[in-house]
């Protein structure tokens, strides 16, 4: 496969050449998580800012 699964106007796509096996199916989903787990550490600092809110004591 040399396009991603996702990617619908690839002219491949929908067309696979073989039928997948276990073993591709089970790699294919590994490497789909392991993009998915490394875009999100890539964005983590943006997914998560430090609010700059600092509460005021209350007045007595």
């Known amino acids: 496969m040399n396009h991603d699964r996702q990617d619908v106007k690839h002219p491949d796509h929908g067309q696979p050449k073989h039928k997948e096996s276990e073993a591709e199916k089970k790699e294919r989903k590994n490497h789909a998580d392991e993009n998915q ?4 550490e890539e964005t983590f600092p943006a997914s998560d800012p430090v609010s700059p809110f600092v509460p005021a004591k ?3």
């Not at 787990?37 to 999100?40: I, V």
């Open 37 to 40: 787990d490394q875009a999100l």
């Open 58 to 60: 209350a007045p007595d």
